[in-house]
């Protein structure tokens, strides 16, 4: 038997979700069955969609239940197994939760090796992240060298590699995102030609940079926050523009939605300009995380993708740095310490 | 010389036209030069886009001037000409605009074939309204045989021919229509499965509706209008939904702006349903007029597709027609008589 610390939802938020709507609880664990293994975890992962899965509406997966622990992608050591596909102290990452130990079965389990670049990159570039923004760059905007594109959440653990891919592509990449600190290191470190601060403008001045920054017009936007960056954007698309819808971060809680412009303005562009916009949900396209692995590993291996993460330390600090990230707290991808490295 | 009736742009409107913004004129005009011919104009063509016209903004295409000859397709037969390629009683069909004749030298001007099918269906079912239903189906919206379809403004000119070309596909077509006439005649004469009349029920009360006609859900949405059914299909859309938007009639002369429901609530099912929402216009579609004359043209001539016409009665009154036309006063495609048949 194992006593695992995991994280449940107690309570469904209103709004921005708050620290009563979460339990830290200890809960055990059977041992493992037939062809199942325990993983003692590592790394988790917070990311935005994660406040969707808090609400009981139909949305393109399941919400969580109350009682149950939160979901959210981890990586793990292999403790104990009796399948013989994941030996004793293989490296996994899964959708484990929000949890210290986890019994599988290895559905949905990917080993990973970790002398390719360090293990908590599973869960970002190489991981969930990276690949939406590949995806996302390439599958749904069809993103081509010499265009111009617009990355919201710039510095994000989408949004950062979105700009990356951009420039590896020749694009001519314009960030937006909040905080002179975040902007600076887009440029700086990220490549990006332009980063531009939306808290310290409105929906019109916005656009007025980002006509400035992108002289010729935009042809992509990947499109992370709603909200008045979108607002902004589409005012710059040109004739033809493609949009990746990958999320609508600014709207999740329930804020700026009856402040946001009518539909009709935003609306209207997308006939005028021939715009293209395409949702899209990661889950739909991981047949080609093996693609993506094989493009994009050895570019963060050898140090040509930049790795920016925040560290929670602990699990019990996962629901204060989800509140954090949901406002934007964040600098790069959030990640909470759950365990100690391997040995 | 020959002296013109027009009708000229006298002021641009705020919100829906009125008479006074256009002004029924006389002018002369020189007769054909070097490789140019005379049109005696027979049929004018009202449409929606020509609202976008009257207003100074920036669209897809430039305003009409203040002073200027409204815009418009027609068809006229050729009195002079000294242009080899078109013969005097060739009848030819071009943006002529809203005028009772006019010079040409040929450019963007097609002669028509009167043995096919009636002169008028050049403006209709075989012109830019039979293009645009044919391309938006099968080009933007990659529309299947046994999908579902919801079309809107479904009896118009654009829409009408929707129906009728996604019922040959072997799909389930569902229209939306102002009015139970126009419902009856979808139905009974159009061939589709269901119409439900917007005027009669709220967005809520329209989305219950169409989710009952359409059980399995919508697949595809061809969106003329914007406003309430906009928002009430979006609620029915399926994942991986396509809707090409056309137009947005609704809002054309500024009014339900203000009221629209906020971006986010239609905003958010293109993330969640994995939506691809792609606005287009004819003009950019226009090397597909062979292939489109091709594969429609008999379907005129033998009776499958059915024509609905409604005729205003000499230049004078195209302006009243317009106004009515922008408030779904029509019923099917609204064509001016301008002058008499070809003898």
């Not at 107690?10 to 293994?37: D, I, Q």
């Not at 607002?231 to 946001?260: F, H, L, P, Q």
């Amino acid at each position: 038997m194992t006593d695992a610390t995991c994280i449940t939802l107690a309570s469904r938020p209103h709004g921005a979700p708050m620290a009563e709507n979460f339990k830290l609880e200890t809960r055990s664990l059977p041992e493992p069955g037939e062809g199942e293994f325990l993983v003692r975890i590592i790394w988790l992962s917070l990311d935005p969609y994660m406040r969707g899965r808090m609400d009981d509406v139909k949305s393109y997966a399941d919400p969580v239940a109350i009682g149950g622990i939160m979901e959210g992608g981890a990586v793990g050591e292999v403790m104990v197994s009796n399948n013989a596909k994941f030996g004793v102290g293989d490296i996994v990452t899964a959708q484990f939760g929000w949890t210290s130990h986890a019994i599988s079965d290895g559905t949905n389990v990917r080993k990973i090796d970790p002398s390719v670049a360090p293990i908590a990159t599973a869960l970002g570039v190489l991981g969930m992240p990276g690949i939406t923004a590949w995806v996302g760059l390439n599958e749904i905007a069809e993103a081509q060298g010499g265009e111009t594109i617009v990355v919201s959440a710039a510095t994000g653990a989408v949004g950062s590699m979105v700009g990356q891919l951009a420039k590896a592509k020749g694009m001519r990449v314009i960030g937006v995102a909040g905080g002179a600190d975040k902007c600076a290191f887009a440029t700086a470190e990220l490549g990006y030609d332009h980063c531009l601060d939306h808290r310290a403008m409105d929906a019109k001045a916005l656009s007025a940079e980002i006509k400035q920054a992108a002289p010729g017009g935009v042809d992509v936007y990947f499109e992370n926050v709603g909200g008045k960056t979108l607002e902004a954007v589409m005012s710059c698309m040109n004739t033809g523009g493609r949009i990746a819808v990958c999320g609508a971060i600014s709207w999740y809680s329930g804020k700026g939605i009856d402040t946001a412009q009518p539909l009709p303005a935003v609306w209207r562009n997308i006939l005028t300009r021939r715009l293209r916009v395409q949702g899209f949900i990661i889950f739909d396209h991981f047949h080609l995380m093996g693609q993506f692995q094989r493009e994009v590993g050895p570019l963060v291996g050898n140090g040509a993708i930049k790795v920016k993460e925040s560290v929670a330390e602990g699990l019990e600090n996962a629901p204060e740095a989800f509140m954090q990230l949901l406002q934007g707290g964040n600098f790069g991808k959030q990640l909470v310490r759950v365990g100690p490295d391997p040995t």
